[in-house]
């Protein structure tokens, strides 16, 4: 249909953004919603799940009315943050808070358990069942904030593979059903305004926000590894087959093609701390540009990035982060540089752990998130990493991967693959700088040093040699 439209959305902790977007990747309307998080307590983060249905109605009502005139909807699909449960009665209700993925009020928890740690569903559901036995008596269902929401739209209880496949512990609270992002749910409601003028369009399963931002950036092609970007950040290479490693998370990604790699909890929060903590001159913007252009020597400090513990591939709430190399010369400046680079090599080290598990080797790295804005840490990444970086033209790539799962279902493209290449349309790509190469592998194996004494002093070993 020449004026057919998909909705994609891309629900988030912070905010959560619908679109309007053509076929061919344009986005003919945008909408964006700001939320914020509880933090009752000291390691706690949550959220009313209310927040994100209200969220939804409101960004949905504001991309239609500046839907071009003779548009038509003709799918929609929901994307969103994983890691963060909610918790639904008999009736579909929601029974409080929902956990955010970086709460670690179950670290004690986790520590009597095997194999799971505080970010986990199992320890968080323990938790509960621990310190909340009348909430956890009445669960019926524990959910991923995207599929409570198709739930609310289509009165269908769902989750998709790609989520599915990498959960350990929700069961036997997880759906039942479960299809492929681009199979559809069922349809929209008929509810009230505004969902009343969406009513009865095909509603898609949708995926984790990692695998939307990263399919909307490109990286669906085996050898592609990809960065998301944000407050954290979440890496990975796209691989043919399944890649099985204990550190890493494997995901079934397309229909033909796997991926392994995983979040961190380092990100622009590492940046936006060392701006503030050390007054570095300048708004943030500029600092990271300035910062990130300076020339890199091999005397600069080496940042280890576990401000608040770290997920892939260390998978620890207790370890804790470290500049090493400090000396009185070192200026702000050097500190936000090591800050940067301490990210990107935590990158690195996901995209190396990647490739020894799958024997795949990463021939470029898509990037996106509000961290890919920067043009001075794109070039950074493709330094450190050794690849080049292609940053995605459009920046909400959340929504755009929504959008390529929509198209799938739809058969408007007749593979993600298919999609990705016509919707997912790349931008400015940075190249590598060999000169630089023996450089960053010296101070990789220093970073892997401060790495190792980190985890003894939490007393963690190191996963995967």
Known sequence: MRNGLLLGVDVGAGS??????RSQGRVVAAAAVPLAAREPRAGWAEIDPERWWTALCTAIARVLRAMPRGGVVQGLCICGLTRTQVL???????LGPAILFR???????????EGVTAFDPAARLA??????????????????????MNYRLTGVLATDTVTQSRQRAAAPFAPRESVAPWQQVGVVRAVASPLARIAGVPVFAGALDTWASAVGAGAVRPGQAYDIAGTSEAAGLVTVARATARDLVALGWTERSHQVGGPTQAGADCARWCHATFRVRGSLARAIERAGRSAPHGD????????????????????????HGVD????????????LEGVAMAVRDIVEHAQRASGTAATELRVAGGGARSDAWCRMKADVVGVPVLRAK???????????AAAVGLRTHASVSDAAAAMAVPGRRFEPRRSLAALYDARAAKYRQVKAAALAL???????G
């Open 16 to 21: 959560l953004r619908a679109a309007l977007v």
């Open 88 to 94: 639904l009665d008999r009736r579909g209700r929601a």
């Open 103 to 113: 709460d670690r009020r179950a670290a004690g928890v986790a520590r009597e358990m």
């Open 127 to 148: 938790w509960i069942a621990r310190h909340q036995p009348a909430r956890f008596g009445r669960v019926h269902a524990v959910v991923e904030p995207k599929d409570f």
């Open 300 to 323: 600069r400090p080496i940042f280890l990035p576990y401000l608040a513990g770290e997920r892939a591939p260390v998978w620890s709430s207790e370890v804790r982060g470290a500049f």
């Open 328 to 339: 009185r010369a070192s200026m702000p400046d050097d500190f936000l540089w090591a800050v």
């Open 394 to 404: 459009e920046a909400e790539t959340g929504v755009i991967g929504a959008a390529v």
């Open 458 to 464: 939490a007393e963690v070993p190191e996963p995967g």
